[in-house]
């Protein structure tokens, strides 16, 4: 197998930077996801974390910093470039952020709308929506609204949404916060269907050590704003830096 160093880098963020008034959150962040990666981002609530995945994917704009998404800086991009690079990219909020007034079908059509095919194919929407429930294992829960479903299958539901335009790379925020240790163990055996499945690269977000270790391939460490260290869950938990054995604990 190839070093990473000679895999394609699929997303990159060099310099960014973003505060809130005098609340400097991101203060100078680098990160690389190579092609068909799990990199897992840690950090300590409040580190910015979300606030990174956000600039990421333009629901916040940074106050400096260069973002691009295959090799494309994403500022410089117009509306239509930027629509076909977005549909390769699949976001799992924090939290399950489903629709509650939609049926489980509707959730799931929704990031259909405005998309009528997908690599030159016209989409069929009744069998993506199935498919990315057999996905999950909740094709039973089609016609359900999400008042009606655990914690754990909203989890699963929001993760078959995110599949379903079949981005190439998916940004997890928090996969398994809020679900008990078998529950997220569930969803974490799903994430890694998925890769395998697809080939996805992955930006997994997350404060679950079990997490972290059972799914990284590399991981980052956002600490004071800026990716305090890198590499792999072992060469990080075995480190000396009492900032860096303060996560693993
Ligand atoms: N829209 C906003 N306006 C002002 N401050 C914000 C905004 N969004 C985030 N912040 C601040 O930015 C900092 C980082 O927030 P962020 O949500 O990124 O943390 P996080 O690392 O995701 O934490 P958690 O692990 O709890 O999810 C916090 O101090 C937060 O108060
Ligand atoms: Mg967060």
Avoid: W
């Avoid at 629709?99 to 993506?128: A, W």
């Avoid at 969803?187 to 997490?211: F, P, W």
């Avoid at 869950?233 to 054995?245: A, M, Q, T, V």
């Amino acid at each position: 197998m190839s070093s990473t160093h000679d895999k394609k880098v699929v997303l990159e963020i060099k310099d960014l930077y973003k505060a809130f008034g005098d609340n400097q959150v991101l203060n100078g962040f680098n990160m690389q996801l190579y092609e068909g990666e799990n990199l897992v981002i840690m950090g300590r609530s409040g580190s910015g974390k979300s606030v990174m995945i956000k600039c990421l994917v333009g629901l916040m704009e940074a106050d400096k910093g260069i973002i691009s998404v295959m090799h494309h800086d994403i500022t410089t991009l117009n509306q239509e470039a930027l629509d076909v690079l977005r549909a390769d990219i699949g976001f799992l909020f924090q939290g399950s952020a489903l629709y509650d007034s939609m049926t489980v079908r509707e959730n799931l059509e929704f990031p259909l709308r405005g998309h009528t095919k997908k690599n030159g194919k016209l989409i069929d929407t009744e069998k993506l929506v199935v498919e990315a429930l057999e996905n999950v294992g909740l094709a039973n829960t089609i016609d359900m609204m999400p008042s009606e479903l655990s914690g754990g299958m909203k989890r699963r539901v929001a993760l078959a949404r995110t599949l379903i335009l079949q981005p190439k790379i998916i940004l997890y925020d928090e996969p398994t916060s809020g679900l008990d240790p078998i529950t997220a163990k569930e969803i974490i055996i799903l994430m890694q269907d998925i890769q395998k499945k697809y080939n996805t690269s992955s930006l997994i977000i997350t404060h679950d050590v079990d997490c972290a270790r059972v799914i990284s391939d590399r991981m980052i460490l956002l600490i004071d704003g800026i990716d305090y260290a890198a590499g792999t869950f072992k060469e990080l938990s075995n480190s000396k830096d009492p900032k860096i054995k303060a996560f693993f604990k």
